[in-house]
């Protein structure tokens, strides 16, 4: 296939170009200045896609890492980078985001473009490694040593692919391939063809160790891709076994395909509501939609906690026997959050069975037969058992029950979530959810990896 196309559409234009390069030289000479002028002993690094040529087209962040060196005290790093970032965007007249690493860095909006700026280490090897931000600059060194001529399209294919197919993205939200993965991977394979031929016949636990050091065997993920900076990490961490899966199948689907620049662009959708409640209501599922206000927290903190509580209020549903056939979250990542819980059943009888020891063991049997009454109790299978009325025979009573203060430890809620939780969840409609597009993930999970 002739990839022309599509690369004209999702490299970065010769403007774009241009345009980043000034920006970030003018950064990088200002801080450096700076330091030298203020007698700081660091090197202004410009790292990340930008600095590799693997920056897809309207991607253009910018990464700026100042580099102390490995002597330097690590409150002096701390304080002293966070100074040099807020003293640049005087400079730049833009406004200073705190976040937080291994240690605080600055998030600003410089000419357009988003600027991290991150205070690290300067190391050699992993082995030197203080703070997990350190690699990074390593890594950049590595890709532009080791990506052949050309190969940076290749890495362009292939994130451009894993986008359209939503498995690009090492953040919490999506748990997909980190841009660092995309370019060992091509590395490895050479070519975005190679890679997904490759990947079709990938197993759980395949590894890929460029550097030969051997240490594979330390892991027990999905994937596993040795950093070649440092023999003790894998690359591949951070990327979840269903997303994974789902780049495995688009790559067995796109080999297939005739339709293979389909792959490349956005599914074709037509979202409209009415359409999209009515196929819900075909399904003949109980549906919970469950909205409650979000702290104000990082996303990174913010997700994981979201999906903790979906996942905890679901497994506590089915212990129940209550039988959620699926389960998920959407927020605006602003105000609010939706939980939504299809229900294969949220009603149940008034009676359940309660199981006891099995028949064999007979101190067991005495105790339990004396807590519930000896004409109370019979056998099924090898078991003493106790029929016994249910405390809650609706979804909605439950989670009305789970969500007070008094309740709320039942399941395992995100620690930032439990108050908003308790003071301002509300059922909702599942057609006052905001997001059509969640709405429609929700039904047709699949179409993004086929086209």
Request: hydrophobic fraction near 35%.
């Amino acid at each position: 296939m002739d990839y022309n196309l599509i690369l004209n559409e999702i490299k970065p234009t010769l403007d774009e170009t241009k345009q980043i390069n000034e920006v970030s030289s003018k950064i990088i000479n200002f801080l450096q200045v700076l330091c030298d002028k203020s007698n700081i002993e660091a090197k202004v690094n410009l790292v990340g896609s930008v600095a590799k040529n693997t920056a897809l087209r309207g991607k253009s962040d910018i990464d700026i890492f100042i580099a102390f060196p490995l002597s330097t005290d690590k409150k002096f790093l701390k304080e002293t980078g966070l100074d040099l970032a807020h003293k640049c965007c005087s400079e730049f007249k833009s406004t200073p985001e705190h976040h937080f690493a291994s240690h605080p860095y600055v998030t600003t909006h410089i000419e357009g473009y988003e600027v991290d700026i991150v205070p690290c280490y300067e190391i050699n090897d992993g082995s030197e490694l203080k703070s997990a931000v350190d690699r990074t600059i390593l890594h950049t060194r590595y890709v532009k040593a080791n990506l052949k001529e050309g190969q940076e399209d290749e890495v362009l294919l292939l994130k451009r692919f894993m986008a359209m197919t939503g498995t690009y993205g090492s953040e919490f939200k999506v748990g997909g391939f980190a841009g660092y993965l995309c370019e060992l991977l091509i590395i490895k394979y050479e070519t975005f063809e190679n890679t997904l031929k490759s990947a079709i016949n990938w197993k759980y636990g395949h590894s890929i160790d460029l550097e030969d050091y051997g240490t594979s065997k330390l892991f027990n993920d999905p994937l596993i891709v040795i950093d070649p900076t440092d023999m003790n990490r894998n690359v591949g961490a951070a990327l979840r076994l269903n997303k994974l899966s789902e780049f495995i199948q688009s790559a067995r689907n796109y080999i297939f395909s005739d339709n293979k620049m389909d792959y490349f662009y956005p599914i074709k959708r037509d979202l409209n509501k009415v359409d999209i409640i009515e196929q819900f209501s075909q399904r003949n599922s109980d549906i919970i939609a469950i909205k409650f206000n979000i702290p104000d927290i990082p996303l990174d903190t913010l997700h994981p906690q979201l999906k903790k509580t979906t996942e905890a209020l679901e497994r506590k549903l089915n212990d129940e026997e209550f039988n959620v056939f699926k389960a998920d979250y959407w927020s605006d990542e602003i105000l609010s959050c939706v939980i939504l819980l299809e229900m294969a059943s949220s009603t149940l009888n008034n009676v359940k069975v309660n199981v006891g020891p099995k028949v064999f063991i007979t101190k067991a049997c005495e105790n339990f037969v004396a807590k519930y009454g000896r004409e109370n109790c019979y056998i099924r299978d090898d078991f003493l058992v106790h029929m016994q009325e249910r405390q809650f025979n609706n979804a909605k009573s439950l989670i009305e029950h789970i969500f007070t203060k008094q309740h709320i430890s039942l399941i395992k809620v995100g620690k930032n979530l439990k108050k908003n939780i308790i003071d301002t969840y509300e059922f909702i409609d599942v057609g006052e959810i905001a997001s059509d597009e969640f709405l429609d993930d929700f039904i047709h999970p699949g179409q993004h990896i086929i086209r």
